[in-house]
């Protein structure tokens, strides 16, 4: 089952006051704006994220290419309502929801998330988010194929050098028959023995 986007619901003016990113000297509070909203534009492409961006209403008309995007949403609110409202609204309406976010360092709006069940990020950790690197996760490492068997691990060289010196020093000191006190011991190695053993583990260690 594929899993649903995250949708962001951004406190638009709480998070221009998060950063020095997004007001210059003398810009006005549209500027401020269209610098928030390109940056959350580029990051909603990057991310693969839903975000609606809240202010609160000033009585102004944003034109209709500022209002709206393929990743970013503008919603202004209308007086005597605030941004605060509208996420409380919204946030009511996708109780639980795993995939909704808030972002605000507004400690109401984040009481009202955490009610219910909601995420919450404050603006100043999303601007590390937003200015950062998009971390894919990673893909897992692909399982070895098996036939229902466990397959032997593969030797590296150092197994195999201690592997050859063991059997070459049992080899070496094998008791003779004439050794013998009467109880029967293990056979010894003869080389013919010992190469195919060394041709074996040779054979793990390639594969």
Not at 14 to 37: H, P, V, Y
Not at 167 to 188: H, I, L, V, Y
């Amino acid at each position: 089952m594929a899993t649903k986007r995250e949708h962001l619901l951004i406190d638009g003016y709480n998070l221009i006051k998060a950063s020095q990113l997004f007001q210059g000297r003398g810009d006005t509070l549209e500027q401020a704006r269209n610098r928030l909203q390109q940056a959350l534009a580029a990051y909603g492409r990057r991310a693969d994220k839903h975000i609606t961006l809240y202010y609160d209403g000033t009585g102004e008309s944003p034109s209709a290419a500022s209002a709206s995007g393929p990743h970013v949403t503008i919603e202004f609110s209308r007086y005597p309502q605030q941004a605060d409202d509208l996420i409380a609204q919204a946030v009511e309406k996708k109780h639980g929801a795993k995939w909704l976010r808030v972002i605000s360092s507004d400690r109401a709006v984040q009481r009202c998330a955490a009610r219910h069940k909601i995420r919450s990020t404050c603006s100043e950790d999303f601007i590390d988010e937003l200015t950062g690197p998009v971390h894919a996760p990673s893909a897992p490492a692909p399982a070895p194929e098996r036939d229902g068997t466990e397959a032997d691990p593969s030797l590296d060289p150092g197994e195999l050098d201690q592997w050859e010196a063991l059997f070459r020093k049992e080899a070496d000191e094998a008791p003779t028959a004439t050794d013998r006190d009467g109880m029967e011991a293990c056979p010894s190695l003869d080389p013919d023995e010992l190469d195919r053993w060394e041709a074996l583990f040779r054979k793990k260690a390639d594969r």
